[in-house]
């Protein structure tokens, strides 16, 4: 699976966007980008996923760049709730309906931090 | 999002004694189940890949006789620590898989806080 680099840490004030960037230069083309995130003494939280085209869901909206070299994840109007540890992963798409589910591979993701 | 239950939050036992985790898919079947340990201020590492049905896979480094691992139904499986000492003491946390169309996504529980005395 490609690495991805993540900034350390990041703050952001309350109600402002939340733009969270992931380099993955080695990704290839069937390996999907997700993220996920982790608030302090809790298990992840899955929050969305791409492979070539943005995505949105109720959570956040991912961006992809065309060479898909890099992407961003971007919370619209973050709270003091969403303050946690982001982690960008890169994926190779498993052989649907086969029995090899991929791991996940967790480096040390991105520290955000909400601020009033 | 699908949802996956872990049982118990948090435990503390005395050393030599051994400790039982739950897992449980509540509202989907998962074929596979990870288990991944966290320790403080690091990230979480991959311990093995449960299979229902079939024997754990064990990642490098990690005893599988002292980390029993039960995946008898689809949406159950188990971690058990055996002979626990304090340096087993760890954030547990397990994920159980399922599909989104044709990606698969691992959907976590709470995890499990275990202290070792």
């Known amino acids: 699976d490609a690495k991805t680099t993540q900034p350390p840490s990041m703050d952001c004030a309350e109600g402002r966007a939340a733009n969270l960037p992931c380099n993955h230069s080695?990704?290839?083309?069937?390996?999907?980008v997700y993220w996920y995130r982790q608030i302090h003494s809790q298990g992840p939280q899955y929050i969305i996923h791409g492979l070539k085209n943005n995505e949105t869901n109720e959570m956040a909206s991912l961006i992809i760049t065309e060479d898909r070299k890099s992407s961003t994840l971007i919370l619209p109007h973050a709270t003091l709730r969403d303050t946690a540890v982001y982690y960008c992963i890169v994926r190779l798409l498993p052989y649907a309906g086969g029995t090899s589910y991929g791991k996940l591979t967790f480096g040390q993701g991105t520290i955000l931090t909400v601020h009033p | 999002g699908a949802v996956v239950s872990q049982h118990p939050s948090r435990v503390i036992c005395k050393s030599g004694t051994s400790v039982k985790i739950e897992c449980r898919s509540l509202d989907f079947q998962a074929t596979t189940m990870f288990w991944y340990r966290q320790f403080p201020k690091q990230s979480l590492m991959l311990m093995a890949t449960?299979?229902?049905?079939?024997?754990?896979?064990?990642e490098q480094g990690v005893e599988k006789d002292k980390f029993l691992i039960n995946h008898a139904s689809l949406t159950l499986s188990t971690l058990t620590v055996t002979s626990a000492h304090p340096e087993d003491s760890s954030f547990y946390i397990c994920s159980a898989v399922t599909l989104s169309g044709v990606v698969n996504i691992q959907y976590f529980g709470a995890g499990t806080r275990l202290s070792v005395l």
């Open positions: 080695t990704i290839s083309g069937n390996e999907y």
């Open positions: 449960s299979n229902e049905g079939s024997k754990a896979t064990y």
